[in-house]
């Protein structure tokens, strides 16, 4: 056994399929954090300039 095997550490029996679900689940929901932050900061911008 090696000290630092990475192949068995990232997918050892998981699907890649599931992890490609993973990914894109995991950056869409960073893409509608990120849209909702900047449309809340958006707002708040203008409201203190007008």
């Keep these: 056994m090696k000290a630092f095997d990475l ?7 998981v699907p890649v399929a599931f992890l490609g679900e993973v990914a894109l689940r995991s950056f869409y929901t960073l893409f509608w954090c990120s849209f909702l932050k900047g449309d809340r900061t958006t707002r708040r911008t203008a409201n203190v300039a007008f």
């Design 7 to 13: 192949q068995r550490m990232a997918l050892d029996n």
